[in-house]
């Protein structure tokens, strides 16, 4: 069956690079398209970006260009998101969710990492 | 960067029906906006009800359904549950940038 798993909860200081990754299997990992989705504590979501496991590109929403990088792995299935330059303003979720070339965006999703941010 | 717009909290009576709305500070929300809604409960990923205006998933309850009316996305709940209490977030797409909107409490009481 489809599955995204997430990588574990993070403490970061601010300033300083998260990396985190979403697991995907159950699916041909190149065909489908992933999204990142983060929620703050008791806030709405907010989108991110989406790349592309085929051929490598990326989409940002503004308000995370230059500080965002999608990346992706083949060999492992996995998709990975580093965020840069870190705030208080970035504790949150992080979610990963798949896109289908049938269904859609967001057929599936991930369970979420909880970042922290703080000194 | 677009703003999308939800009411943020609306109430139901159990066995009711009730109508979420979503609107975009660019104008009218049309079928190219590719709306979705989203089912959120406290603590859980978010589930896909809606996707492109009105096309269910197969976990869909048949009770929801999507729609564009008035200038803006709309997803109605008829026959409300007291499982249906949730958030709700409709999304947008801006040529290829996703948008969501702010979400509107559900409340079934």
């Known amino acids: 069956q489809v599955q995204l798993v997430q990588s574990g909860a993070e403490v970061k200081k601010p300033g300083a690079s998260v990396k985190l990754s979403c697991k995907t299997s159950g699916y041909p990992f190149t065909t489908f398209y992933i999204h990142w989705v983060r929620q703050a504590p008791g806030q709405g979501l907010e989108w991110m970006g989406i790349?592309?496991?085929?051929?490598?590109?990326?989409s940002y929403a503004q308000n995370f260009q230059g500080r965002v990088t999608m990346t992706g792995d083949t060999s492992t299935s996995t998709v990975y998101m580093e965020l840069s330059s870190l705030r208080s303003e970035d504790t949150a979720v992080y979610y990963c969710?798949?896109?289908?070339?049938?269904?859609?965006?967001?057929?599936?999703w991930g369970q979420g990492t909880v970042v922290t941010v703080s000194s | 960067q677009a703003v999308v717009t939800q009411e943020p909290s609306l109430t139901v009576s159990p066995g009711g029906t009730v109508t979420l709305t979503c609107g975009s500070s660019t104008g009218p929300v049309t079928s190219g906006h590719y709306p979705y809604w989203f089912q959120q409960k406290p603590g859980q990923a978010p589930r896909t009800l809606i996707y492109?205006?009105?096309n269910k998933h197969s976990w869909t309850p048949a009770r929801f359904s999507g729609s564009l009316l008035g200038g803006k996305a709309a997803l109605t709940l008829s026959g409300a549950q007291p499982d249906d209490e949730a958030d709700y977030y409709c999304l947008l797409s801006y040529s290829g940038a996703r948008v969501f909107g702010t979400g509107t409490k559900v409340t079934v009481l």
């Open positions: 969710a798949r896109r289908s070339p049938l269904v859609g965006d967001f057929d599936y």
């Open positions: 790349f592309s496991p085929s051929v490598g590109t990326t």
């Open positions: 492109d205006t009105s």
